[in-house]
C-alpha cells in the first residue's frame, strides 16, 4: 500500500496517573518511550495510514516527565515515516519506519 505524502503535529501530554509511570522508576518516574512510539503507531492507524511495521531507527534524546507538554511532528511520504518528538526546542525523540 502507497500513501500520499503526508505531515501534521500535534500536542502529546501523558497524564501523570498513566499506569505504567510508577514503574518506570519509582520516586522519579519519566515517560517510557514505548509510550510515545505506541502513541504514534496509534496515531498512524487512525489516520487509516497502515500501521508501523518496522522501526528503522529510534532514538530517544532527553526525556520525557508525567504531565509535561510535547509536540509530535509527523511526515509521511509512499510507506516511509519519519517522527520527532520535541519539548519547546529540545529535541526528545526521533526516527524513521516502514508502514504496512
Known amino acids: 500500500m502507497t500513501i500520499a505524502s503526508q505531515e501534521w503535529s500535534e500536542v ?9 509511570l510508577p514503574g518506570h522508576f519509582p520516586e522519579q518516574p519519566v515517560v ?3 509510550i510515545l512510539l ?5 496515531r498512524v492507524e487512525a489516520r487509516k495510514l497502515g500501521r508501523l511495521c518496522q522501526l528503522t531507527t529510534v532514538k530517544f534524546r532527553a526525556p520525557l516527565l508525567p504531565g509535561e ?3 509530535m511532528q509527523v ?3 509512499a510507506d516511509r515515516l519519519r517522527f520527532r518528538v520535541t519539548r519547546g526546542d529540545e ?3 526521533d526516527g524513521e519506519a516502514n508502514l504496512a
Open 38 to 42: 505506541d502513541r504514534l503507531a496509534a
Open 75 to 77: 511526515s509521511v511520504n
Open 32 to 34: 517510557a518511550g514505548v
Open 69 to 71: 507538554q510535547a509536540n
Open 12 to 20: 502529546l501530554r501523558i497524564d501523570a496517573a498513566h499506569p505504567s
Open 91 to 93: 529535541l526528545l525523540a
